[in-house]
């Protein structure tokens, strides 16, 4: 027992040393007044006390790891994981006999593979993951004989994959994906008939396939540059098969019909091949089929209308092809399709309006580049959901439908290269969140109409090579040069000078071009007004107060929503006491208030007028706040707007008090002991996210002026009492309608981005305009940060790893493995999920109950995770919209209570 005891104290010594940054002061606690199985990360026998487990994964930490590691022999796990360890993997891990668990992943060690691990033969699951290690695969290692899962991708190990693999005939998960291996896949994998995921993408082989592998379900062969065809042994591979990818090769020759015969197969990727001949129908068998991918080959003939069968596709992508024919009428039947690129390639007849039937469209419809002839049909108004439309560069006529009005979620219109004709119809007005409109090269006459000058999220429009008359509107997108073509548009003139269009004779001049319509005038008059008359109302308020600030008596609840003095603040603050502080942010800080009179509890945010644009932000909160309202919003009570002590101005906003604090506070706690009582159930994070989405989706789609938050981000979300979500600090908001009229604002959003570091757009760091897709961006980043426990800017997001990448690596098949381990903690404790180490040990599943519950509870999360990168997608015209997202997580959550009532 001493020896043992001596042991760990030399061993946290050595560590100790080696650790030069440790942020979450864990060796702090690493000290002699606490027993060492009582240490943070430590877990011993508690019979023998010897050290089991040795955790520390994702603390942070910045070190190297000591030789002497290799003392502490009982070790039967190790989890260093997603720090920033560097240096190279101790020889003396050789000596660890017993261990079965070694996690290095996400770090930055180098080196090459220890020989002297060969001596761990009871290693079960090893994860070096995203590392810098080098060289070949040690002959030596041919002794882990028990291994169930290696996982060596994305290093720059080399040389070839050995053979002496296949003799691991436990192996279920082998990723060497994203190395520098060459040669074959050996055929001894082969004997693995274990294996369920193998990924050996970015590497340089040649083809050989792994038919008698009849438990592998996922397989990642892409970007080897494989030539040759694709054997018909592909037909043999495993029916549990689920996911294939054979991207980016140099495969050709055709699709072989035993295709058919992966039952299970859910994602199919081909892309960037050259790939020819004619698509079997058979692939119609592909029933569980959700995502296909066919794009950049060289397949002709008609598209199968069995794809019709394939009820469950998300995704389809046939575009770069040759394929011919009509597109099949059968499409309609594939009621789940969010995406659909079918351009760029030799389709002929009408657009089916069966295709018009799929509501679920949400992502992109894609039908440019092709022969299409006839109208557009009206049906397209019932693609509501629907994010970019293309139906560019083919031979389509008639009138633009005014039905496309509908399809109000649209952030893309191209209509360019065609014969329509008419004019614009008024119902494009409806399209608030349109960012580009191409409608150049057809036969389209009349007057440009003003409302597109109004439309504010317009970014890109061009109106060139068409039969347009009357004077430009000077407005919006017409105000910028580089963002509107109107070339060979012979009857045009005015305009703003960069456009050099002729000036319009006087006697056509437009005494109400360029004007406001009542519409527009009369809610900014009102809203001006009720400004105005607000701080009319705070200064003579103010100016009373000045003179008799000692003698104003504390009033109720009742009495603050009538306005409030800034001595009365300081008393229900104590005097702004640091003991009082709820928060701080850019403008200012929040404290704690209570009203004397009558006990309530208020928050009281008080601007910081020394930093530049406080002042600006209260006006814009007010402006925002007082004009909304919905259930999830943070009510405000008052503001006061007045001179302190010292005679300088003083701003304040009154809140009700939400008693949970933010969400971030939930997601992060602060304080060790708190993480316990502060830790968010499934249903909770689901509530919430729900909420969010709710509140978004109010403002941006369902007031009379759309609004953009512009500063989503958990700190901003509040709990009340029950849980309930209320979103706050509107300093930033933007009315959609103000950023299209104020020419400030684009200069300003170069310069100053709008938001916080995180959960900014992209789109945003590149100088675009605020619109409601840049919430949307947000909200995706808050989802995937509420159920991964990650913040966007952990320290492990490094080299081009992003939450997003972080969270997309590990869908579809991996999804438990980015889970926040405090959620996992209750699922597990309720039976929702499986803990890991009965898969590891090979141990009987508990009943098929609860396989069945945690498989659900699985398909909730990968779900969820699903929405939140579509919502953060880099495009923003591929961003699923939050009216959408409000369905689809309350359709998860209904999904889940069934399964706790099951």
């Not at 679920?360 to 092709?370: A, E, I, M, V």
């Not at 002991?673 to 968010?680: I, Y």
Request: aromatic share 6%.
């Amino acid at each position: 027992m001493a020896v043992q005891s001596d042991m760990v104290h030399y061993f946290r010594d050595y560590f100790k040393k080696r650790i030069t940054e440790d942020p979450l002061s864990v060796m702090s606690l690493w000290n002699h007044s606490t027993h060492f199985c009582s240490w943070v990360g430590i877990t011993c026998h508690r019979a023998t006390q010897r050290v089991l487990i040795l955790d520390l994964q994702d603390k942070q930490l910045v070190g190297s790891i000591p030789h002497s590691i290799g003392n502490l022999t009982r070790l039967i796990e190790i989890s260093l994981g997603i720090n920033k360890f560097h240096g190279e993997i101790p020889q003396e891990l050789g000596r660890l006999r017993t261990l079965e668990s070694l996690n290095l992943s996400f770090n930055s060690l180098g080196g090459k593979l220890p020989t002297n691990m060969s001596h761990c033969t009871q290693l079960r699951f090893l994860d070096l993951l995203s590392n810098k290690i080098i060289g070949s695969i040690p002959r030596q290692l041919s002794s882990w004989l028990s291994l169930t899962v290696l996982q060596l991708g994305k290093n720059n190990l080399s040389g070839t994959i050995p053979g002496w693999i296949g003799n691991f005939s436990s192996l279920r998960s082998l990723r060497l994906g994203g190395n520098n291996f060459q040669g074959s896949i050996p055929n001894e994998l082969g004997h693995i008939t274990t294996l369920e995921l193998f990924i050996v993408g970015h590497n340089n082989f040649f083809l050989h396939f792994l038919t008698n592998c009849t438990s592998l379900r996922y397989l990642s062969l892409s970007f080897n540059r494989f030539g040759g065809e694709i054997p018909r042994s592909i037909a043999n591979l495993s029916t549990q098969l689920q996911t294939l990818y054979l991207g980016g090769n140099l495969l050709h020759g055709s699709l072989p019909n035993g295709i058919g015969n992966l039952i299970n197969l859910a994602d199919l990727v081909m892309t960037d091949n050259y790939l020819a001949g004619v698509v079997p129908e058979e692939i119609g068998k592909l029933k569980k089929m959700q995502r296909l991918v066919l794009s950049a080959n060289k397949f002709s003939g008609p598209i199968p209308s069995s794809l019709g069968n394939m009820t469950s596709l998300i995704e389809l992508y046939m575009d770069g092809n040759s394929f011919e024919g009509s597109i099949p009428p059968s499409l309609g039947n594939c009621q789940n399709l969010l995406k659909l690129l079918l351009n760029n390639n030799n389709l002929t007849g009408i657009i089916p309006k069966k295709l018009m039937e799929l509501s679920t469209l949400s992502g992109r419809l894609d039908l440019s580049g092709n022969y299409l002839t006839g109208s557009l049909p009206s049906e397209v108004g019932d693609l509501v959901h629907l994010t970019v439309l293309n139906v560019s560069n083919n031979k389509l006529s008639g009138e633009i439908p005014s039905t496309i009005g509908r399809c109000t979620s649209l952030g893309g219109l191209y209509l360019d290269d065609n014969k329509f004709e008419g004019t614009i119809p008024q119902s494009l007005k409806d399209l608030k969140g349109l960012e580009e409109l191409d409608i150049s090269s057809n036969n389209l006459s009349g007057q440009i109409p003003e409302f597109i000058g109004k439309l504010g999220a317009l970014q890109y429009l061009n109106l060139s090579h068409n039969d347009f008359e009357g004077e430009l509107p000077k407005e919006g997108i017409f105000s910028n040069v580089n963002g509107v073509s109107v070339l060979g548009n012979h009857r045009l003139c005015g305009g703003i000078p960069e456009l050099h269009q002729p000036t319009c004779p006087k006697n056509k001049h437009h005494s109400s071009r360029g004007l406001l319509s009542p519409k527009v005038v009369i809610p900014i008059s009102c809203a001006l007004a009720f400004i105005i008359a607000l701080s009319c109302f705070f200064g003579a308020r103010s100016m009373l107060k000045k003179s008799r600030d000692g003698l104003v008596t504390s009033r109720s609840y009742k009495d603050w929503k009538l306005g409030v003095s800034y001595s009365q603040l300081v008393e229900s603050t104590n005097g702004f006491s640091v003991d009082n502080l709820i928060g701080s942010g850019s403008f200012g800080s929040v404290f704690k208030g209570v009203i004397p009179s009558d006990g309530t509890v208020v928050a009281v945010k008080v601007l910081n007028l020394q930093q530049q644009g406080a002042s600006k932000s209260f006006n814009d909160e007010c402006k925002a706040l007082r004009s909304v309202r919905h259930r999830n919003l943070v009510k405000i009570i008052t503001a006061c707007s007045s001179i302190d002590n010292h005679g300088r101005d003083f701003k304040s906003l009154v809140f009700e008090f939400m008693p949970n604090g933010s969400l971030d506070s939930w997601l992060h706690p602060r304080d060790e002991e708190q993480s316990p009582s502060k830790r968010l159930n499934f249903m909770q994070r689901l509530n919430i996210a729900i909420d969010v989405a709710s509140v978004l989706d109010y403002l941006h789609n369902h007031c009379e002026t759309s609004i953009v938050h512009c500063d989503l981000k958990p700190s901003n979300v509040l709990l009340d009492e029950d849980m309930v979500a209320h979103v706050g600090d509107f300093g930033l908001a933007r009315f959609l309608l103000e950023a299209s009229t104020d020419h400030s604002l684009s200069q300003t959003m170069s310069s100053q981005l709008k938001g916080s570091v995180g959960y900014i757009p992209p789109e945003y760091g590149m100088g675009g305009q605020v619109s409601i897709l840049g919430d949307v961006y947000s909200y995706g980043i808050l989802l995937l940060e509420m159920f991964t426990g990650k913040t966007p800017t952990d320290d492990m997001f490094i080299e081009g790893l992003s939450i997003y990448k972080f969270a997309a690596m590990a869908l579809p098949d991996h999804v438990m493995d980015v889970v926040d381990p405090s959620l996992l903690l209750d699922l597990e404790a309720d039976g929702s999920v499986n803990d890991d180490r009965y898969e590891r040990t090979a141990l009987p599943r508990r009943n098929n109950r609860r396989v069945v519950k945690a498989k659900k509870v699985e398909e909730c999360l990968f779900a969820v995770m699903q929405i939140g990168l579509s919502c953060c997608a880099v495009s923003p015209r591929e961003r699923m919209l939050l009216n959408m997202v409000v369905g689809k997580m309350s359709a998860i959550r209904d999904s889940y209570l069934k399964v706790q009532e099951g």
